[in-house]
């Protein structure tokens, strides 16, 4: 029985310890700088994939920023037709300060490119890839420790105590 007891414990130590961990992933977020130290701007001449290749090298999660640094330039975040056209005349997002923050608030692609006339063409242009993540509430891992049945809690209580004095031994 306490070997039972043990064993079910254990299991749930883990779960909870897992479900903790991968809360705290998720609720952690990164800024990224767009195209690192080169920043938005018109790529070198045969260099049109050049943000593609950087975006694509990256892991994007939802609740993650990017930045885009500019000088008389200008970023639009437009549909796929769009992007594949170059063309824009409703962006569902613009800005021309020479330093925007865009927060990626979902999973799925994001679709860029500059608003300046002819920059998009020559590969001033990217396409964001967010990954689809698993979302596990405050609730749902603070619950689960208290959702064990009483005989559970006793043996967890149990264990460690045992391993507190095997530790001080």
Same mark, same amino acid.
């Given at each position: 029985m306490a070997l039972t007891c043990f *064993?079910?414990?254990?299991?749930?130590?883990?779960?909870l310890s897992i479900a903790s961990s991968l809360q705290?992933?998720? !609720?952690s977020s990164m800024e990224f700088q767009v195209g690192d130290t080169t920043g938005w701007t018109v790529?070198? @001449?045969? @260099?049109?994939?050049?943000?593609?290749?950087?975006?694509?090298a990256m892991?994007?999660?939802?609740? @993650?920023?990017?930045?885009?640094?500019?000088?008389?330039d200008s970023v639009m975040e437009v549909t796929d037709k769009e992007y594949?056209?170059?063309?824009?005349?409703?962006?569902?997002?613009?800005s021309n300060t020479g330093n925007t923050m865009f927060t990626l608030e979902h999973s799925g692609y994001?679709?860029?490119?500059? *608003? !300046? !006339? *002819?920059?998009?063409?020559?590969?001033?242009?990217?396409?964001?890839?967010?990954m689809v993540q698993d979302v596990i509430n405050d609730e749902a891992t603070s619950d689960a420790a208290f959702s064990l049945p009483i005989f559970q809690q006793?043996? !967890? %209580?149990?264990? %460690? =105590? =045992?391993l507190f004095v095997a530790l001080v031994y």
């Open positions: *064993g079910n414990v254990f299991i749930s130590i883990l779960i705290f992933v998720s !609720a790529p070198p @001449d045969n @260099d049109t994939i050049f943000y593609n290749n950087w975006a694509s892991r994007f999660k939802i609740g @993650d920023t990017i930045r885009f640094k500019y000088k008389k594949k056209k170059c063309n824009s005349t409703q962006p569902h997002f613009f994001f679709y860029f490119m500059s *608003g !300046a !006339a *002819g920059h998009c063409e020559r590969g001033q242009r990217m396409i964001v890839r967010v006793l043996c !967890a %209580l149990h264990l %460690l =105590f =045992f």
